[in-house]
């Protein structure tokens, strides 16, 4: 995974908590990178998830609500690093959720050859948009978390629902996203 999550994790963790907590999630979760990661490296994935399961036992937050809220931030994050991804998204959240895959993603992977990014199928009826979540990581709660910034990045009234999905090999979860009025 690449490092920048984790160093916008690690700078979440600070601000939300506090450098000793940084240094307790670290010590805690053993991670054999000794938690010195830089933006442009590349570490394990299980490593993001050993953090995050330490900070839970240190906060009493449970997992699933620390990945959303870190998927809020990384969002908000994105969005202030890479403002050209948002020329032009004046159909607000869907348009931009309607191109992840084709244009987002591509763009990523032109940035980060060796980046393993998840993969999405999206459809938009009315208005609900409908987007499946394919990943042999599970990380469907911190694509929750990425989804809802991106909501309240474009201010928008929209309700996210999601459910597992079994049976569909690699498809992990389906996001329901609801205009609200
Ligand atoms: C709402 C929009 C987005 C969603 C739902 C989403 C979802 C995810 C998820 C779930 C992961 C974890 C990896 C996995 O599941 O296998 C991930 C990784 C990543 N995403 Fe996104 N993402 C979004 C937008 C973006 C944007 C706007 C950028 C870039 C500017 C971006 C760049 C990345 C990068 C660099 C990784 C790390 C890949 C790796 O570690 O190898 N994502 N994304």
Redesign the pocket.
């Given at each position: 995974?690449?490092g920048?999550?984790f160093t916008e994790f690690m700078e979440m963790v600070e601000a939300s908590w506090s450098m000793d907590m940084v240094d307790r999630i670290i010590a805690d979760s053993k991670v054999a990178s000794g938690g010195s990661y830089t933006s442009v490296g590349?570490y394990p994935?299980e490593e993001i998830i050993a953090l995050i399961l330490a900070l839970s036992q240190a906060t009493g937050i449970a997992p699933p609500e620390l990945a959303r809220t870190f998927?809020k931030h990384?969002?908000g994050r994105?969005?202030l690093?890479?403002p050209r991804?948002f020329h032009g998204m004046d159909g607000g959240c869907f348009q931009?959720?309607y191109g992840?895959e084709h244009v987002?993603?591509a763009?990523?992977s032109k940035?980060?050859p060796?980046?393993?990014?998840?993969t999405?199928e999206v459809k938009i009826e009315k208005s609900c948009l409908n987007?499946t979540?394919y990943?042999?990581?599970?990380?469907?709660d911190?694509?929750?978390g990425?989804?809802e910034?991106?909501v309240a990045h474009f201010a928008e009234d929209i309700e996210v629902g999601s459910e597992a999905i079994r049976g569909q090999p690699g498809a992990r979860t389906r996001?329901i996203l609801t205009r609200r009025g």
């Open positions: 995974m690449k920048m999550i590349t994935h998927g990384l969002f994105f969005a690093a890479y991804f931009f959720l992840i987002i993603l763009e990523v940035l980060y060796d980046a393993e990014l998840p999405f987007l979540y990943s042999p990581h599970p990380f469907a911190l694509a929750q990425l989804i910034g991106c996001f």
